[in-house]
């Protein structure tokens, strides 16, 4: 998606770190298996309420400009 020139670059970079919350979060619950650990809570909350509803927010509105 960076080096497509279709979609921002910005959006790119803000998948690339959705995906990089979801792996820690991913990982940090194979790990850890207190769900109350900030290891597991700080990942979860941004990924959940902040990183992921703006990625398909801009996501959209990107498929929606045509650009």
Excluded at 11 to 33: C, F, K, P, W
Excluded at 44 to 57: H, T
């Amino acid at each position: 998606m960076a080096k497509d020139n279709n979609f921002p670059k910005g959006l790119a970079y803000l998948g690339y770190l959705s995906a990089t919350l979801m792996l820690v979060l991913y990982l940090g619950r194979l790990i850890i298996l207190q769900a109350a650990n900030l290891v597991i809570v700080i990942p979860a909350l941004l990924e959940g309420f902040i990183v992921n509803p703006i990625w398909y927010l801009w996501l959209g509105l990107a498929l929606l400009r045509g650009k």
